[in-house]
């Protein structure tokens, strides 16, 4: 056999069983690398490239060592899996580096950090000041997490005890010009509902670079051509605003009328609504 057929054959040889490898580690070994991971994935990339360009040396000799990291890897990871100790001695403890605003000199010595590095690190973070920390902990893949002080925190709804309607991820339902059946029917909609909610849009769905679909039923389309201006869907404002007019009726109704049992019943009625609006609103409003 000619050497480049030879190279070429081993190197796809190698290419399927280093996949197929990979895929047996997991995710993990491309997403978070401790420092034998790191190693490992070093190593068994060196052996692949062994295996597709020394063509003197065996096959079965550059597959077994493959396997014989992959096994060994695998070993380590069940049980860093198995024992909180195991994990310890193979990845290490994350290090407090700030606690109550206040920088730890030492353990950011031991950690191998300057004050440069660590400041560079909060930047990323969006935080200019480490006396607006409350906690930093570098972890053992070297990323620095950081809790903010109360005070500096970003302001939430659960802070102004404001509830908030749950949300599910939107569908892509429309890609380039083209229904999804797949999330369409996922979504519970129609092919029939989405052509009717693009006449509403003045669009042709043969126009649209995407479509999502929300939890509530809001079409949100982006066309390819960017000059076009879509409006975005506002029948959740629509009617919040037709219940806010019918409470507003009905409070009118009682105010304007003589009969006294009338009047009670428009009273009633308007406070029945606004309780509703008001368990409504978080749903009806983004």
């Given at each position: 056999?000619?050497?480049?057929?030879?190279?070429?054959?081993?190197?796809?040889?190698?290419?399927?069983?280093?996949?197929?490898?990979?895929?047996?580690?997991?995710?993990?070994?491309?997403?978070?690398?401790?420092?034998?991971?790191?190693?490992?994935?070093?190593?068994?990339?060196?052996?692949?490239?062994?295996?597709?360009?020394?063509?003197?040396?065996?096959?079965?000799?550059?597959?077994?060592?493959?396997?014989?990291?992959?096994?060994?890897?695998?070993?380590?990871?069940?049980?860093?899996?198995?024992?909180?100790?195991?994990?310890?001695?193979?990845?290490?403890?994350?290090?407090?580096?700030?606690?109550?605003?206040?920088?730890?000199?030492?353990?950011?010595?031991?950690?191998?950090?300057?004050?440069?590095?660590?400041?560079?690190?909060?930047?990323?973070?969006?935080?200019?000041?480490?006396?607006?920390?409350?906690?930093?902990?570098?972890?053992?893949?070297?990323?620095i997490n950081v809790l903010l002080k109360k005070e500096h925190q970003p302001l939430t709804a659960a802070h102004l005890g404001i509830k908030v309607a749950p949300?599910?991820?939107?569908?892509?339902?429309?890609?380039?010009?083209?229904?999804?059946?797949?999330?369409?029917?996922?979504?519970?909609?129609?092919?029939?509902?989405?052509?009717?909610?693009?006449?509403?849009?003045?669009?042709?769905?043969?126009?649209?670079?995407?479509?999502?679909?929300?939890?509530?039923?809001?079409?949100?389309?982006?066309?390819?051509?960017?000059?076009?201006?879509?409006?975005?869907?506002?029948?959740?404002?629509?009617?919040?605003?037709?219940?806010?007019?019918?409470?507003a009726d009905l409070e009118m109704f009682g105010l304007s009328t003589k009969d006294k049992q009338a009047k009670r019943m428009y009273e009633r009625c308007s406070k029945e609504l606004e309780k509703s609006?008001?368990?409504?609103?978080?749903?009806?409003?983004?």
């Amino acid at each position: 056999m000619p050497d480049w057929a030879e190279v070429g054959l081993r190197t796809l040889f190698a290419v399927v069983f280093l996949f197929f490898l990979t895929r047996l580690l997991g995710k993990r070994q491309v997403s978070q690398l401790s420092l034998f991971e790191y190693i490992t994935g070093i190593t068994i990339g060196n052996l692949a490239a062994y295996i597709s360009l020394d063509t003197d040396a065996s096959w079965g000799l550059g597959f077994m060592a493959l396997g014989v990291w992959v096994t060994v890897s695998l070993a380590i990871e069940f049980f860093q899996l198995k024992t909180k100790r195991g994990r310890d001695l193979l990845e290490g403890k994350g290090t407090t580096l700030i606690k109550d605003g206040k920088i730890l000199e030492d353990n950011l010595k031991n950690e191998r950090l300057s004050t440069d590095d660590l400041l560079e690190q909060l930047r990323e973070k969006n935080v200019f000041k480490a006396a607006d920390v409350e906690f930093a902990l570098i972890e053992p893949s070297g990323d620095i997490n950081v809790l903010l002080k109360k005070e500096h925190q970003p302001l939430t709804a659960a802070h102004l005890g404001i509830k908030v309607a749950p949300e599910q991820a939107p569908q892509a339902i429309i890609m380039d010009g083209k229904i999804m059946n797949e999330p369409l029917a996922a979504s519970g909609f129609s092919r029939q509902w989405v052509l009717t909610e693009l006449e509403k849009l003045g669009v042709a769905v043969e126009n649209v670079f995407l479509g999502q679909v929300d939890s509530y039923g809001q079409l949100f389309v982006d066309l390819f051509d960017d000059q076009i201006k879509v409006p975005e869907p506002q029948l959740r404002a629509s009617l919040l605003a037709q219940l806010k007019k019918c409470e507003a009726d009905l409070e009118m109704f009682g105010l304007s009328t003589k009969d006294k049992q009338a009047k009670r019943m428009y009273e009633r009625c308007s406070k029945e609504l606004e309780k509703s609006i008001t368990e409504l609103k978080p749903y009806l409003t983004r």
